[in-house]
C-alpha cells in the first residue's frame, strides 16, 4: 500500500518535472550555444594562438631528494604563476590559463575543448606540447589508461557530437599518425613501419594546406576504433630511455584526424583538420649524458626545436619571411602556427629548482608564441566545393561584365535621350518663336483689313456722291460679294433639284430649265474630266427660273449698251429683239443668282417674278445698262488703275462702284464669263450684226480688263473662242 504511494507519488512528480526539465535542458542548450560563441569571438579577439601553462608535480624522485618547487600558483588567478629563480627573485609568467600540478586532466580538457569543437565546425586546429624532457607533455597530450589526456577526450568529443548532430549534419573521420625522428617522416599506421620504410614528404596542396602523400588515412567510425589505431600507432613510436625519461620520446608525434562535414539541410560542406602533437623533450645532452644515437636523437630534436623557436620568433616579430621550412617539423605545422587555424600550445614545466632553466627557457618561449598574432580563423570549405565556387565566382565575373555592359549602354541612352530633349526644347522654343511671328502677322493683317475698311468707307461716301454710280450697281462686281480666286472653282455643282411650278405660264421655262439640267449633264459629261479654270463667278449654284429670265435680260442689256452707244431707238431695239433670240437659254445651267436679282421691297427674291413684258424689259435695261464710258472717262479710270497700288485695291476699286466704267465692264465680263460656262452653243447664235458688235466691244473690254490678271485674260479669251 505505501509502495503504491510511493510510486505513484513518484510518477506524479516525475509528470510534473519532465517539463520543467526538458525546459531547462533547452535553457542549457541555448547557454552553451551561446558561451561558444562568446569563447570563439573572445578567441578571434586575442588571436588564435593560445598558449596554456601546466606544471606537473614533483615526481616522486624528485621529493626524495628533498627539491623544493620553484612555481608558485594563486588560485584566484588561474592565468598567472610565479617563479622563483635562484636569487630569491621572483619572475610572473601570464598565459591564457595556468594548470597547477593539482589540475587534472578533466580540468585541462575542460578549458581544451571549445578549441577540439571548433574543429566540427568546420575550423582547423592544432594542439602541441612543448616542454623539457619528463616535464609531461605525453601525459598531457596522451595520458594514461586510468587518466586519459587530450588525445583521447577529444577524440572521444568528437564523436559524440557527431553523434549529436547527426540528424543535421553527417561527419566523416580519417585517421593519421605520423612521427618526424630525426628530420624523417614516418607513417606510425602503416604496415611493418620501421626506419627502412618508405620515405615520406611534405608537399603543398592546391588548397595551400601541407600534405603528406601516401600517408595512411584510415576511416574510423567509433572512439575505440580509432583509440585502438593511435595506440597501435604509439607502439610504432620511436621511444628511448634517457636519464631524464624512463620511456622519453625521441621524435615528434603528431596525429590527424581529417573531418568531412555535410550539412543536410544546407547541402555545406567542409573538411578540417586536428592536429594532436606530442613533441619531443627539449634536453640538454649534458644534462642526460646522452651518448651516440641519442645525442644524434637530441641533436635533431634541439634542431628542430630551435625551428621551431625561429618560427615563433618571426610570427611574433611579424616578419614578411619566416621559415617554416628549416625543418620538418615546421614544415608540418605551417598552417597550424601562422595560418588560418586554431592553435593551443601547451607549455610543460617542471616545478623542480633542478629543472628551473629549461623551465625558464620554455616559459620564455611560450610567452613568445603568446606574443604571436595572426589572422582570425577560417572555416574550410571542402576543396569539392571549391570548384563550384570557382565556377560560381567565374559566373559572377561574366554577369559583372555583362551589367557593366549593360550600365555602359544605358549611360549612352541617357545622352542619346538628353540630346534628344535638347533638340525637342530648341524646336519647342522655335515653334513658340512661329506662334508669335503668325500672331504677329494675323495682328498685320487685321490692321490691314481695317485699314481696307476705312478705306471702303471713304470711297463708298465718294460713291454715294455720285449719282452714276448711285443708279447702276455692276451685276458682277468683283467685291466682297464675290469670292477671292482662290475659292473659284472649276467643278460644277450637284444638280439642284427640280423646281417647283406653280404657274402655267412659266410651263416653257420649266422645260428650258429641264433642257439646261440636261445640258449641264452633257457639259459635265464632256468637260469635267478636264480640270479648267473658266468661271470667276461666286460659288454656282442651281438657277431659278427668275434667274433665267435675270440672264435673259442680262443679254439684252448688253443689246441695249450697243443701241445707245450706237444711238439706236427703242423701236429698232425691240425689232432687234424680235430678230433676238435668247441665246443659249437651254444651256444656262447654274450661276449663283445675280446680287441684282429683282427683289421686293422686303429684300426677298421675288421668286414668284413673272416673265417680264418687252415694255418692262426695256425699262429693266435702261435702269441696268449703263452707258459706256467715254473715251476720257476710260483715260481716267486707266491712269487711276494704273496708279493703284495693287490688284487687290485694283478690284476695291470696281467693286466700290467708285469708277462707273468698272462697273460696266464687269458687267461685260460677267456677260463673258456667262458664254464661257455656258460653252459653244449648238444654237441660238446671235446674228452677225450682234455678233461683231459684241465682239467689238469684247475686244475693248479685253483692253482695260487685261489688267486685271489671268483669269480675266483667260476668260476673254474664253469667250472670244466661244463666239468664233
Ligand atoms: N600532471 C601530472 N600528474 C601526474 N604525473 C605526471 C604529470 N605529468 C607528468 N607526469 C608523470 O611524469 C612522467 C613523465 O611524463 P611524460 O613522459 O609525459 O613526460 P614527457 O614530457 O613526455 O617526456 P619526454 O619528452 O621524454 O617524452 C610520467 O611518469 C608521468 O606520469
Known amino acids: 500500500m505505501l509502495r503504491a504511494k510511493c510510486e505513484a507519488l513518484t510518477n506524479k512528480c516525475l509528470q510534473e518535472c519532465q517539463p520543467k526539465y526538458e525546459a ?3 535553457i542549457l542548450a541555448e547557454e552553451t550555444a551561446e558561451r561558444k560563441r562568446f569563447y570563439n569571438e573572445l578567441i578571434e579577439v586575442r588571436g588564435n594562438i593560445r598558449v596554456f601553462c601546466r606544471c606537473r608535480p614533483l615526481s616522486p624522485e624528485e621529493t626524495s631528494k628533498s627539491y623544493n618547487s620553484v612555481v608558485e600558483f594563486d588560485p584566484s588567478k588561474d592565468t598567472e604563476l610565479q617563479i622563483t629563480c635562484t636569487d630569491s627573485s621572483k619572475k610572473i609568467y601570464k598565459f591564457d590559463h595556468v594548470f ?12 581544451t575543448l571549445p578549441i577540439v569543437k571548433s574543429v566540427m565546425d568546420g575550423f582547423n586546429a592544432c594542439i602541441f606540447a612543448y616542454g623539457q624532457t619528463g616535464t609531461g607533455k605525453t601525459f598531457t597530450m596522451e595520458g594514461t589508461p586510468e587518466c586519459r589526456g587530450v588525445n583521447y577526450r577529444a577524440l572521444e568529443e568528437l564523436f559524440r557530437i557527431m553523434k549529436e548532430r547527426m540528424v543535421l549534419m553527417q561527419y566523416e ?11 624523417k617522416i614516418r607513417d606510425l599506421l602503416a604496415d611493418n613501419s620501421d626506419l627502412n620504410a618508405k620515405k615520406l614528404d611534405i608537399k603543398q596542396s592546391a588548397e595551400g594546406t601541407q600534405e603528406v602523400p601516401g600517408l595512411a588515412e584510415v576511416q574510423v567510425r567509433s572512439i575505440d576504433e580509432v583509440w585502438e589505431m593511435h595506440k597501435s600507432g604509439g607502439r610504432n613510436r620511436s621511444v628511448g630511455s634517457t636519464n631524464a625519461n624512463e620511456l622519453s620520446s625521441r621524435s615528434h608525434s603528431l596525429v590527424r584526424l581529417m573531418v568531412k562535414a555535410e550539412n543536410l539541410v544546407t547541402g555545406e ?3 578540417s583538420f586536428l592536429w594532436l602533437v606530442d613533441l619531443a623533450g627539449s634536453e640538454r645532452a649534458g644534462k642526460i649524458e646522452a651518448e651516440g644515437e641519442r645525442l644524434k636523437e637530441s641533436q635533431f630534436i634541439n634542431k628542430s626545436l630551435s625551428a621551431l623557436g625561429d618560427v615563433i620568433s618571426a610570427l611574433a616579430s611579424k ?20 595560418g588560418d587555424c586554431k592553435t593551443l600550445m601547451f607549455a610543460q614545466i617542471s616545478p623542480s629548482l633542478a629543472d628551473l632553466g629549461e623551465t625558464l627557457c620554455t616559459l620564455n618561449f611560450a610567452s613568445r608564441v603568446r606574443g604571436v598574432e595572426h589572422g582570425p580563423a577560417r572555416k574550410q570549405p571542402d576543396p569539392a566545393d571549391n570548384f563550384k565556387l570557382k565556377q560560381m565566382v567565374e559566373k559572377l565575373r561574366q554577369e559583372e561584365k555583362e551589367v557593366s555592359k549593360l550600365n555602359e549602354s544605358l549611360q549612352m541612352m541617357h545622352i542619346k535621350y538628353a540630346s ?5 526644347k530648341t524646336l519647342q522654343e522655335k515653334i513658340r518663336e512661329s506662334e508669335q511671328a503668325c500672331k504677329n502677322y494675323q495682328q498685320k493683317i487685321k490692321d490691314l ?7 471702303k468707307k471713304g470711297r463708298t461716301h465718294l460713291t454715294e456722291t455720285n449719282e452714276i454710280s448711285r443708279s447702276f450697281r455692276p451685276p458682277c462686281a468683283l467685291s466682297k460679294q464675290r469670292p477671292p480666286l482662290a475659292r473659284i472653282t472649276n467643278r460644277l455643282p450637284p444638280l439642284a433639284p427640280p423646281h417647283r411650278t406653280e404657274k402655267s405660264s412659266l410651263k416653257n421655262m420649266e422645260n428650258a430649265c429641264s433642257n439646261i439640267n440636261d445640258a449641264t449633264r452633257s457639259f459635265k459629261t464632256k468637260h469635267l474630266g478636264r480640270a479648267r479654270r473658266i468661271s470667276l463667278s461666286p460659288v454656282v449654284c442651281n438657277i431659278s427660273k427668275n434667274r433665267r429670265a435675270s440672264i435673259a435680260a442680262t443679254e439684252l442689256e448688253t443689246l441695249a449698251t450697243l443701241s445707245e452707244k450706237h444711238n439706236m431707238n427703242h423701236a429698232s431695239v425691240t ?4 430678230q433676238l433670240r435668247i441665246p443659249r437659254r437651254r444651256s444656262v445651267a447654274t450661276f449663283t443668282p445675280f446680287q441684282e436679282t429683282p427683289k421686293s421691297k422686303e429684300g426677298k427674291c421675288i421668286n414668284s417674278f413673272k416673265y417680264p413684258s418687252t415694255s418692262q424689259l426695256q425699262s429693266l435695261w435702261k435702269s441696268r445698262v449703263p452707258n459706256l464710258p467715254s473715251p476720257m472717262q476710260q483715260n481716267h479710270i486707266q491712269s487711276r488703275l494704273t496708279n493703284l497700288p495693287s490688284p487687290l485695291q485694283r478690284n476695291q476699286l470696281f467693286s466700290s462702284g467708285a469708277v462707273n466704267s468698272a462697273q460696266h465692264l464687269n458687267k461685260l465680263c460677267y456677260s463673258i464669263q456667262k458664254r464661257v460656262m455656258l460653252g459653244s452653243p449648238a444654237q441660238g447664235r446671235p446674228s452677225k450684226i450682234l455678233e461683231s458688235r459684241f465682239n467689238e466691244a469684247a475686244l475693248q473690254a479685253k483692253e482695260i480688263v487685261g489688267r486685271f490678271g489671268t483669269a480675266q485674260r483667260v476668260l476673254i479669251k474664253n469667250r472670244r473662242r466661244s463666239i468664233m
Do not use: C
Not at 628549416?326 to 605551417?334: E, G, M, R, V
Not at 425689232?575 to 424680235?578: H, Q, R
Open 269 to 271: 560542406r567542409s573538411k
Open 100 to 111: 597547477s600540478p593539482k589540475d587534472d586532466q578533466e580540468a585541462v580538457f575542460t578549458e
Open 575 to 578: 425689232t432687234k429683239l424680235s
Open 319 to 338: 616578419n614578411s619571411h619566416i621559415p617554416y621550412r628549416n625543418s620538418k617539423l615546421t614544415h608540418l605545422l605551417q598552417s597550424s602556427l601562422g
Open 24 to 26: 531547462l535542458k533547452r
Open 449 to 455: 483689313e481695317n485699314q481696307l475698311a476705312e478705306e
Open 173 to 183: 573521420f580519417s585517421f593519421s599518425m605520423l612521427e618526424v625522428y630525426n628530420e
Open 420 to 424: 534628344r530633349e535638347n533638340i525637342f
